[in-house]
């Protein structure tokens, strides 16, 4: 099956030539790519837990801004 190649692209200097030149380095051994993968899964599982507390911040902000307005809450 022959593979054809597009010249069209969004990017008026970017063509096949161009991107047939372009080199793409891998991590050289499997482990070294495992640990890559490990590491960017932990930074993931990092930045879910920090987005929730941000998120519970903010309700807890919301909700503090809202007694203070109703006037249940006073700042003396």
């Given at each position: 099956m022959a593979v054809k190649k597009s010249?069209?692209?969004?990017?008026?200097?970017l063509n096949a030539k161009t991107i047939e030149r372009i080199e793409i380095l891998l991590p050289p051994t499997s482990?070294?790519?495992t640990a890559i993968a490990t590491?960017?899964?932990?930074?993931?599982?990092?930045i879910a837990v920090l987005e929730t507390k941000l998120k519970k911040s903010r309700h807890i902000k919301q909700g503090m801004v809202q007694e203070l307005l109703t006037g249940r809450i006073r700042l003396v």
């Open positions: 010249e069209l692209s969004g990017v008026p200097s482990q070294e790519q590491i960017l899964s932990d930074i993931d599982a990092e």
